[in-house]
């Protein structure tokens, strides 16, 4: 009897954004979770510089679970013109971007993979520039009367003209506020405004991260994660919750990453049936409305009278040890072998539907 050959599947992780460490812990269980029956790993990681380097797959399962002893390794250069070159793309037969934030998330790297012509997990180009954009994701949300908090958005040069007149429109938002980067992520450039005198600031603050900033009416809310997973209708998980106790007052990025008791993983949420009911249907809601394929993380806001809102939309959520993303699967009766493959599935799925696509108005041969 003949085995099919395995699928070569790509890992490239790291990268040049803040979550550059945790890229890497996400990669690493990726990879343990890859069934070796059916899959071959192909690992590429991106340092700090930029720089693609080909890494060894028995020392990425070595490493340490803890982000501020991992890198990536030194190794063969491979050089992103050739990597999507003819012979090069045939020996890869799946993509899977474990990079998370900008250029990884944002529909750059995706684009690429499109023109290369190789099958990849998760969002395409739009549900991924969609889902890193604040501004633009809220937007499209509120136009389908998904609840969301109130929201303005401050470009840069209308700000800079006259920050006073700009500053003096959003009043109607009361306060406190939030003023965040309409591009990040991991609370990064995120501040919570109590007084007048510090809104110019943070929103000043928040433009070192981007050309639009938006300031949000603060919820009290409690922040409750689910996990969507494509599929015809996408598959949704139980509930998770983050319990904030950092000084922050929010899941700051102190309280995320440095504080190791900043903040508690509630899994699963401790939820009404009814409340849970509602919660995923709107997360399944928000991914389809969002252009989402193949793996999201909705993160909403429960406030006490039960009303629910959408905070956000994660494309390529966290896949380390302590992530909610698995981990919610796992709950939900998905191991991470079993995830891990649908998610391959799904991509090859995506790119044989897309090749079936006519592409000229003529008729079909
Ligand atoms: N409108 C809001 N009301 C209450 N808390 C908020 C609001 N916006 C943000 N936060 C707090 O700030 C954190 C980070 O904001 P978020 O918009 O999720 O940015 P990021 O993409 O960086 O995670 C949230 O997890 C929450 O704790
Ligand atoms: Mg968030």
């Not at 071959?40 to 020392?59: M, N, S, T, Y």
């Not at 840069?156 to 006073?164: C, L, M, S, T, V």
Request: with cysteine.
């Amino acid at each position: 009897m003949t085995h099919p050959a395995k699928l070569r599947v790509a890992l490239l992780f790291g990268g040049q954004s803040a979550e550059h460490e945790i890229s890497i812990l996400s990669a690493r269980n990726v990879l343990a979770a890859l069934d070796p029956q059916r899959f071959e790993p192909v690992l590429i990681g991106i340092d700090r510089q930029g720089r693609w380097l080909r890494q060894d797959a028995a020392r990425l399962l070595e490493s340490a679970r803890d982000p501020r002893l991992v890198r990536i390794e030194n190794g063969p250069l491979v050089s992103k013109e050739t990597v999507f070159a003819h012979e090069t793309a045939a020996a890869i037969d799946v993509i899977f971007p474990v990079l998370h934030g900008t250029m990884g998330e944002d529909g750059t790297v995706q684009g690429l993979f499109e023109l290369a012509g190789i099958p990849y997990v998760g969002a395409g180009v739009l549900g991924s520039a969609i889902g890193m954009d604040k501004d633009v994701s809220k937007r499209l949300l509120r136009d389908a009367g998904i609840p969301i908090a109130a929201f303005h958005t401050l470009r840069r040069e209308r700000f800079e003209a006259d920050p006073a007149a700009t500053l003096s429109q959003v009043q109607d938002l009361g306060l406190p506020v939030f003023t965040k980067p309409a591009n990040a992520g991991s609370s990064i450039g995120v501040r919570k405004v109590s007084t007048p005198a510090d809104l110019e600031a943070a929103v000043r603050h928040a433009f070192q991260f981007d050309d639009k900033v938006l300031i949000e009416a603060a919820v009290t809310a409690r922040e409750i994660e689910l996990a969507v997973l494509g599929g015809t209708p996408p598959a949704v998980s139980v509930a998770g919750e983050i319990v904030v106790r950092h000084a922050d007052g929010f899941y700051s990025y102190d309280a995320k990453y440095l504080d190791e008791s900043g903040a508690r993983l509630e899994l699963p949420a401790h939820l009404a049936p009814e409340v849970l009911k509602r919660a995923q249907a709107l997360a399944v809601r928000t991914f389809e409305v969002l252009e989402c394929e193949g793996m999201a993380r909705v993160d909403l806001f429960l406030e006490p009278d039960g009303t629910l809102r959408v905070n956000e939309i994660n494309t390529l959520p966290g896949f380390t040890a302590i992530s909610m993303y698995p981990k919610l699967w796992e709950l939900s009766g998905i191991a991470p072998r079993a995830l891990v493959t649908r998610l391959i599935d799904l991509a090859l799925a995506r790119s044989r539907r897309r090749a079936a696509l006519r592409r000229s108005a003529g008729s079909p041969e």
